[in-house]
């Protein structure tokens, strides 16, 4: 077992920070798993820039192991005109570009309903994963679909995706090799089952990152290490316990925030860990 929990936990950059100067940062404090979000920078959507291929050749140098991050703005579910062979085309954009600048995974989200049409968007979005998996499959890259937060019951548009339910749903009918879970752990405990009750019906086999911030459990918050009440102990022993040797990645704040919150967290986890094993 790799005990080494301060190496596993690396930092969701998304829209925090470009790339270059993303991956700069990253190599200075030696922080190994990265995510970015290429969408306020669309010329890094086109496979055939260079500087895909500069970076490319940075994150091989640097050992970093890098996934993009999709919008979950982007309705997966949506099938209006235009707008549904855009999301095709922005969803296929970005596996492309992950290819050419070496990424390990997208992750991508199973959209949005308005409570009268969940079932029927459940549908579209599935039907646009599968669609979305076969093109994985033939670049040779990975989608990790990620469980989102539950919003107040009487909100009319609710994220998909947001509890076991669903994500069953979802995976069972989604059974290409190429499509996998990224199991955000903040989103579910916000719910009734907690963590707990998404690690008792999921595949963990299945799960290509663990996501990581605190919560008091209400409403969504990406909250810095100690200012919720998530148990992170409790989720590193869970994990690890179950099999679960991937990486972790963290995702609240600022970066700087995240470089702190990553020593409390890799703490907390080789002592929770440790402990165990012991």
């Known amino acids: 077992m790799n005990n080494d929990f301060r190496s596993r936990i690396g930092i969701d950059l998304n829209r925090r920070i470009g790339l270059e100067p993303g991956l700069d940062w990253a190599i200075a404090n030696g922080v190994r798993f990265l995510n970015i979000c290429l969408d306020p920078d669309p010329a890094l959507l086109d496979p055939a820039n260079p500087r895909l291929a500069r970076a490319r050749e940075r994150i091989a140098e640097a050992g970093i192991t890098l996934g993009l991050h999709t919008l979950s703005a982007v309705n997966v579910a949506e099938d209006s005109p235009f707008l549904s062979e855009a999301t095709d085309a922005y969803l296929t954009a970005y596996l492309r570009a992950a290819k050419a600048i070496g990424a390990g995974w997208v992750i991508m989200h199973g959209g ?60 069972e009918r989604l059974t290409s090799p190429a499509l996998r879970w990224a199991f955000t752990t903040n989103h579910a405990h916000m719910l009734e089952c907690g963590i707990g009750g998404f690690l008792d019906v999921m595949d963990l086999s299945r799960c290509g990152e663990v996501r990581l911030a605190d919560n008091r459990g209400e409403i969504e918050e990406h909250l810095y290490p100690g200012t919720g009440n998530v148990d992170f102990a409790d989720i590193f022993r869970e994990l690890e316990r179950r099999g679960y040797r991937g990486h972790y990645m963290q995702d609240y704040l600022g970066i700087e925030d995240m470089l702190r919150g990553r020593e409390i967290i890799a703490d907390i986890a080789e002592k929770a860990v440790l402990r165990d094993a012991v």
């Open 112 to 171: 949005y309903h308005f409570t009268a049409d969940k079932r029927e968007r459940m549908d579209i979005a599935v039907a646009r994963l599968a669609r979305m998996s076969t093109i994985a499959e033939d670049e040779g890259m990975t989608i990790l679909l990620e469980n989102m937060n539950p919003e107040p019951a009487g909100a009319e548009v609710k994220y998909l995706v947001h509890d076991p339910e669903e994500a069953l749903y979802y995976f």
